[in-house]
């Protein structure tokens, strides 16, 4: 089997079998594939399968940064035409209401009804605790900051997590 046809975790995984055992072999049929004075050839080809894969990152990459672009696009668009059409619900409204109410056209019947009162605060810090609600959530900051002088925060760790850097 040449390098050319092994997946990238093949070709790692030949590489470190060539290195540690001086041989990698198919594991169906025993036969020894490279030996470790292949292991440079493997190393390139690792690093034309890892260049291939960082293209393709880079690709998903500028597709997400489109697609972002597009739903900003997309949201300004819809804010527009919600302002417009409450504008001109606002415009209709104002007339049917000199109109007595009420208008039938051919295609819509227009009415003016009262909606169901709603709350307006006058003032935020006039209002009885039991009518605020309270949003607790943690201070990641102040706890990172706590447990990295050596604090202890019951309830909390600092985790350290592995990302890989594409430049």
Not at 32 to 59: P, Q
Not at 113 to 132: N, Q, R, T, Y
Request: aromatic fraction near 6%; proline fraction near 3%; hydrophobic fraction near 40%.
């Amino acid at each position: 089997m040449a390098s050319d046809e092994l997946k990238l975790y093949e070709l790692t995984d030949a590489v470190t079998q060539a290195i540690d055992e001086g041989y990698y072999a198919d594991a169906e049929t025993g036969e020894i594939l490279f030996d470790s004075s292949d292991v440079d050839a493997l190393a390139v080809r690792i690093e034309d399968k890892l260049a291939g894969c960082c293209n393709v990152v880079e690709r998903y990459d500028s597709y997400i940064a489109r697609i972002d672009a597009e739903i900003h696009r997309l949201q300004e668009l819809k804010k527009g035409y919600r302002s417009k059409a409450e504008r001109l619900k606002g415009y209709m409204l104002h007339n049917v209401k000199k109109l007595d109410g009420k208008v039938e056209l051919p295609t819509h019947r227009l009415s003016v009804s009262k909606c169901a009162p709603k709350v307006e605060i006058l003032d935020m810090d006039a209002l009885p605790d039991e009518f605020k609600r309270v949003t607790v959530e943690p201070d990641k900051r102040a706890i990172a900051a706590a447990i990295k002088d050596g604090e202890d925060v019951p309830g909390a760790a600092l985790v350290s997590n592995e990302r890989l850097v594409l430049r």
